[in-house]
Each structure stands twice: as structure tokens, then as C-alpha cells.
């Protein structure tokens, strides 16, 4: 279920980073989100809300300062969701 | 990875358990109390708060999703504060130790703030982390903090106590180190509290991310209490009537002293929405305020556009703004655009734009120097750009159709307090020039805590404070006009030049004094960070690597993109004693890339 779960936030994430992001790179479960895609402050603050509406969640701030990649990003929401 | 998320654990379950029982019973403070309303004039923050605490009013934390979470009368705050300070008392610290503690918009840290006040102890606030994959730098922000105050105790809650605990690794002066449930476990000890006097440190205040060179403002209860009077008095003419919505950090100056401590001494009730829960839905604060019918409340310029950038047309017909009739406005510089435009979207809600009160100050002042007239709305004045260039003088505009730049009118000083404008060498010049703005009176910090050079710096003979802003006066009115070039404002954060260059120069490839950070703008106001580093790497790859990193670290420090710039040693301007001039540095790097269109050079950066 989890894993379930996962696929789809997963494919979320990366529809929603490609349009977020004029970036040309193919975005991978190793994607550096800060490094390779230049999410600046006003993006991650669209995504969050996104990412929070589509799943029904709230992502603790905290949390944010271990995510640098889109695995870890999808990791957290799967998490999150699971645990409610 | 999975230690991350193992990391992740405790935190993450508190933001699902936390339920308080009571939760429909909960109603937030009123907004007419049943004391008679004291306006300041208090001699300690204690006495403040044991003269609010025989009202009814009080603090109110609300959550995302705009429901009332907590409440914290000022009774109720007293009561829990003193009893917190038995334990603390506990610790048997001498008078005057610092206390460290994580602030987050919650009732424990309000508790815990005025629980040192009363046990004789100054606490400190230390943000919260709020960039992606921040971990190693904020912790390194923590324990820079913990070491230049020479912190005994550090407190954070559940949420960030694994981030402090291991910031405090190896903090030699730190005592203890936990959460509010843990402190009030311990016993309490049975002594009587020992009232505090005005020449007392009230608390520090932190005003950079650095990590080797953190800056901590001492401010006495006197100075606090003298910057409180002025700004409850004469800036916003506080009624008992008045009640207050901010999601300003607990943090930062203004959120701290201008919606925190502003509205104790004067009694009225706050409601408070977590910056967080602000950035991602700033509707949710307006709807604060529409709702429990507030009237004051503060923002910086940077909010009131996420505001209007993000708040639909179609909330705004859910919004009676008609009740807010101070609508602060400071902490950066004020761009009359950001004014006009948040003016324009929500009148139909409402809104008068008259409520606008831009003011003017900085931590190094306790929080506020000049307002503006309150009611008035804001004012400008648009001045002609080349005499502003070529003489350094604001003249009005005479004609139509010659460049001007237009800047907001930030009021006069409060009172006790004078404003003077001086040239390079620290000379008084006329209104109407254009140099450093010098503040001088009773709201003026001591200095920076252990760190005379600093002080030196920014403390002048007589007590002139050097706030390191550029301006003019004009018919006694103080124009803000741009900052040296030693701060960098980007999305309402006020970024220090030298940290960002501290954080390259920890690199192994860059040596120190080779790297030199500052921003450049575009036409609509939005500025970049340009970090320009002498390098002598030849390989492609490894100038990449070192670019990317580069990036990336000021990203995870700072929250902003930036551009950075390898040229061949020898290239940036120093100064006759070696130093590094970021004006000219500057200059150089608009001259090689031909920024006479600015855009294109921040567009490249996005890159």
C-alpha cells in the first residue's frame, strides 16, 4: 500500500517539478531539487501548498532541512500520508 | 537515507497527536479587557506583564488551517512563567546567564521567554529551520549562536530539540539542555523571585546567520522598556480597543518585541498564525484579522506581496479588512509599488489604504526608530535621479518625463530619539543629502554581546548608532534610500554580504579574502545575490563543481539563488589596506557583464 502510495506521489512530484522549473534535466527519484532544479523560496512555498491540498497533509517545517532530493521529498509525503 | 527518516520520527508525530481534549471548548481571549488600560510606562518587562496578568486578555495560536489551537492569557502566562522559573531557579545560575531557546510560534516559548525574566536570567531567541536540506548549516547556525552568547541552558521543543541537541555537542558553557516538558518535570525550587531593575539585560537578540560571527544586541530592560512607550504611544496610538493578528517570527525584532511584547504592556490581545502557515496561505492571516475584527498588524514589505500575489480573487469577497487601521510596514526597504498594488487588490475588501504606517528601525535600536503619521497612509516623494547620482541630494521632481526614483516617507523619530545623516566621514551634512543614517538615544542597544570590534563598529562616540542604511532627511523626515552594501535584502530576508562570503571561504578551494558577495537589481525592484570568487581552478569540471556547491550552500543557508562568478586571481578591487571593496566590486561586475539591462543578468542567474 505503501509503496502504492509512493509510485504515485512520486509521479505527482515530477509532473508538478517540471512545470515548476523551466529546467530542460529529466527529473529523477535522484534529482538534487536545490542544485539541479533552483527551487527558490516562492516556488517551495507553491509546491508545499500543492503537495498539502493533493494529499490532504501538513509537512512540518522541520522536516524540510533533511530533504534535498526528490526521493527524499516523496519519502516524506509517503510517510506523512501513511501515518494519518 | 532511512536515518533521515528515523531522524524524521519524533518530530513528525507530534504534528498528528496534538489534540488537546478541550478543543471545543477553547475561545480565544477578548478584545475588551476588564482592566483599565496601562499604555507602557512600566519600569521591567515583569512588572509589565504582573499588571496585564489581572486582566482577560491575552495570546491566541492558530494553525494552518486557521483553527485556534492554543490560548495563553497573560494570567495564565504569569502563572505558568513564575512557576517555570522556580525550576529554572533550580539550575542555580548567577543573575544574568543566557538562556538559548528555539522559537517557534507556540505558547511555551512566551512561557519560557518571560520565565527567565523572572528567575533573573536573558533568553535569546534562535530561529527555526526554513530551507530545504538546511540540517548541517542550521545546526552550525545553533551552535554559533549557543557559543558567542555563552549559553548555560537551551530549550526547544519536540520539533527541534534533535536539531539542538546536536548543535550543543561540545558547547563547553552549556549547563542543560531540553524541552519545556522537561524543565517543568524538574523540581521546583522554593525561593522568592527577585525582582529585576532597568539597567538589567532584558534579552539578546541575534541579527545574522553567521556561523563564526554571530551577533547578538543587548538590550536592557530600560532601553526596551523606553522603544516599547514610543511605539504603543506615539507610533500607533494604542486604544483599548486595539487587538492585534501577526505571523511575524518570534525571532525576529519586530515580531518579538513589535507583536509579542508591544501588546502586553499595553494589555490587548494577539491573535498568532506560524510564519510557515503565513507563507504557504497568507489568506489565513487576513482572515484573522477579518474575522476577530483586528486592528493592528505588521508586516514587511515582502508579505504584503505574497499577499497579493497569491490571495485569489475569489477570497476576497470572504474579507472585511475595514477594521485594520494599522497596517505596519518596516523591517526593509518600502518599494511604494508593493504599497499601491496590495492597496489595489484589497479594497474591495475593505482595506483603507490610510491604515499603511510605514516605520523605520532595526534590533540594534531595540526595534523602532522613526513612524510615520498614524491614519495617514504613506507617503512619497519622487526625486530626480540624476542630481541623486551626480550631487548625492534629494531634489523634487520639477518636470515630467526625467527619470526620478521615488522612495517612502519611513516619519520622525520617537521621541527621546534623534536621526542625523552623515558623509564618509562621519560628518553631519544638510537635509536633503543623501549619506549613513546615525540614531542616538534611549532605545540604543549596549553593543554586541562579547564581540567589542563589532561594537566598535557600530556603536559611535556619543552613542551614535551606525544602522549601516543609506538616506536622507526632508522637512525632518527620514527617507531610507538603500543599504550599504555590507547587507543584501532579497525576499524580505536581510542577508549579510560576509556571511555569504564566509561560507565560501570555507571551501578548500577558496582562499580567504578572494570571495566577495553583493546584490544587484532589476527593474522591478527583485534583487539577486552575486557571489564573484578569484579562482585557480583550470579544469572545467572542478569550476563547475565548485559553482554548483557554491550554489547549493548559500541555497541551504539562506533559502536564495544566486549567481556566482569565477574570475583569475587579482581581479577584485581591494581597498589601500587590502580589504575587499563590495562597491567596486560590483561595479566591475556590472561593467563585465554589461548590466546596463539588469534583467538579463538575472535571468541567466535562475540557471
Redesign the interface.
Known amino acids: 500500500m505503501t509503496e502504492c502510495n509512493y509510485d504515485e506521489i512520486m509521479q505527482l512530484l515530477c509532473d508538478r517539478l517540471s512545470t515548476l522549473t523551466?529546467s530542460e534535466t529529466a527529473i529523477t527519484a535522484d534529482t538534487?531539487?536545490?542544485?539541479e532544479l533552483?527551487?527558490?523560496?516562492?516556488k517551495?512555498?507553491n509546491l508545499?501548498?500543492e503537495i498539502?491540498d493533493s494529499f490532504d497533509i501538513?509537512i512540518?517545517?522541520?522536516?524540510?532541512?533533511?530533504?534535498?532530493t526528490v526521493?527524499?521529498l516523496a519519502?516524506?509525503i509517503s510517510?506523512?500520508k501513511s501515518?494519518? | 537515507m532511512s536515518s533521515t527518516i528515523t531522524k524524521l520520527n519524533a518530530p513528525l508525530t507530534q504534528a498528528f497527536d496534538f489534540q488537546p481534549s478541550s478543543e471545543l471548548q477553547i475561545i480565544p481571549t477578548p478584545t475588551r479587557n476588564t482592566l483599565a488600560q496601562q499604555l507602557a510606562g512600566f519600569d521591567t518587562l515583569t512588572n509589565a506583564l504582573e499588571y496585564a496578568a489581572q486582566g482577560i486578555t491575552g495570546y491566541n495560536f492558530y494553525d494552518a488551517k486557521g483553527n485556534l489551537r492554543s490560548v495563553l492569557s497573560y494570567n495564565l502566562l504569569r502563572q505558568n512563567a513564575r512557576a517555570l522559573a522556580q525550576r529554572l531557579s533550580g539550575f542555580n545560575l548567577i543573575r544574568g546567564s543566557r538562556v538559548a531557546i528555539i522559537a517557534d510560534t507556540s505558547p511555551e516559548f512566551v512561557e519560557l521567554f518571560f520565565a527567565c525574566r523572572y528567575a533573573g536570567l536573558v533568553p535569546f531567541a534562535m530561529p527555526v529551520p526554513v530551507n530545504l536540506g538546511s540540517h548541517g548549516i542550521y545546526v552550525q547556525q545553533l551552535k554559533g549562536m549557543l557559543d558567542s552568547s555563552e549559553a548555560s541552558l537551551a530549550f526547544a521543543n519536540i520539533d527541534y530539540i534533535n536539531f539542538l541537541e546536536e548543535a550543543s555537542a561540545k558547547i563547553s558553557n552549556l549547563k542543560w539542555t531540553g524541552t519545556p516538558a522537561q524543565l517543568r518535570e524538574l523540581p521546583a525550587k522554593d525561593v522568592a523571585l527577585e525582582p529585576n531593575s532597568p539597567n538589567e539585560v532584558a534579552y539578546l537578540q541575534f541579527t545574522s546567520g553567521s556561523t563564526r560571527m554571530p551577533r547578538g544586541v543587548v538590550i536592557t530592560e530600560h532601553a526596551l522598556m523606553c522603544n516599547l512607550q514610543g511605539i504603543v504611544r506615539n507610533g500607533l496610538e494604542i486604544k483599548p480597543d486595539d487587538r492585534s493578528a501577526s505571523w511575524l517570527p518570534f525571532y525576529h525584532d519586530m515580531g518579538l518585541v513589535g507583536l509579542v511584547l508591544a501588546p502586553m504592556v499595553t494589555q490587548i490581545s494577539v491573535d498568532y498564525l506560524a510564519t510557515r502557515d503565513f507563507a504557504i496561505r497568507p489568506l489565513q492571516w487576513l482572515k484573522l484579522i477579518s474575522r476577530n475584527r483586528c486592528t493592528v498588524a505588521f508586516s514587511q514589505p515582502f508579505g504584503l506581496k505574497l499577499c497579493t500575489m497569491r490571495v485569489r480573487e475569489s477570497d476576497l469577497k470572504e474579507l472585511d479588512l475595514s477594521c485594520w487601521r494599522a497596517a505596519g510596514i518596516g523591517a526593509e526597504m518600502i518599494r511604494p509599488d508593493t504599497l499601491r498594488n496590495f492597496a489595489d487588490k484589497f479594497s474591495s475588501a475593505g482595506f483603507k489604504s490610510n491604515a499603511f504606517l510605514p516605520c523605520y528601525g532595526l534590533a540594534e535600536s531595540t526595534l523602532a526608530v522613526t513612524f510615520s503619521k498614524i491614519g495617514s497612509g504613506f507617503h512619497s516623494i519622487q526625486i530626480d535621479t540624476k542630481t541623486l547620482i551626480d550631487k548625492r541630494m534629494a531634489v523634487r521632481l520639477q518636470t515630467a518625463g526625467r527619470k526620478y526614483n521615488e522612495f517612502v516617507n519611513c516619519g520622525q523619530p520617537l521621541p527621546g530619539h534623534t536621526v542625523k545623516v552623515v558623509d564618509e566621514n562621519g560628518l553631519q551634512i544638510e537635509e536633503r543629502m543623501v549619506g549613513s543614517v546615525l540614531v542616538q538615544g534611549a532605545s540604543i542597544m549596549t553593543g554586541y554581546y562579547n564581540n567589542p570590534k563589532e561594537t566598535q563598529k557600530a556603536l559611535k562616540p556619543d552613542n551614535w548608532l551606525d544602522t549601516g542604511d543609506i538616506g536622507f532627511l526632508y522637512e525632518g523626515d527620514l527617507y531610507i534610500t538603500g543599504r550599504r552594501t555590507d547587507v543584501i535584502i532579497v525576499n524580505g530576508r536581510n542577508i549579510r554580504a560576509q556571511d555569504i562570503e564566509e561560507l565560501a571561504e570555507q571551501q578548500p578551494e577558496v582562499r580567504s579574502r578572494e570571495a566577495s558577495a553583493f546584490g544587484v537589481n532589476d527593474t522591478a525592484g527583485t534583487t539577486t545575490i552575486v557571489l564573484v570568487i578569484e579562482c585557480r581552478l583550470t579544469s572545467a569540471t572542478e569550476r563547475n563543481s565548485l559553482i554548483k556547491r557554491l550554489q547549493q550552500l548559500v541555497y541551504m543557508a539562506f533559502g536564495v539563488n544566486c549567481i556566482v562568478e569565477l574570475v583569475s586571481p587579482h581581479t577584485l578591487p581591494r581597498t589601500s589596506s587590502g580589504k575587499l571593496s563590495r562597491f567596486a566590486a560590483r561595479q566591475g561586475y556590472i561593467q563585465r557583464t554589461n548590466l546596463n539591462d539588469q534583467l538579463s543578468v538575472v535571468e541567466s542567474g535562475d540557471r
Do not use: G, T
Request: net charge negative; aromatic share 0%; no cysteine.
Open positions: 523551466s538534487n531539487l536545490i542544485s533552483s527551487i527558490d523560496s516562492i517551495l512555498l508545499i501548498m498539502e501538513s512540518p517545517i522541520n522536516a524540510l532541512a533533511d530533504v534535498q526521493h527524499e519519502s516524506l510517510r506523512i501515518a494519518h
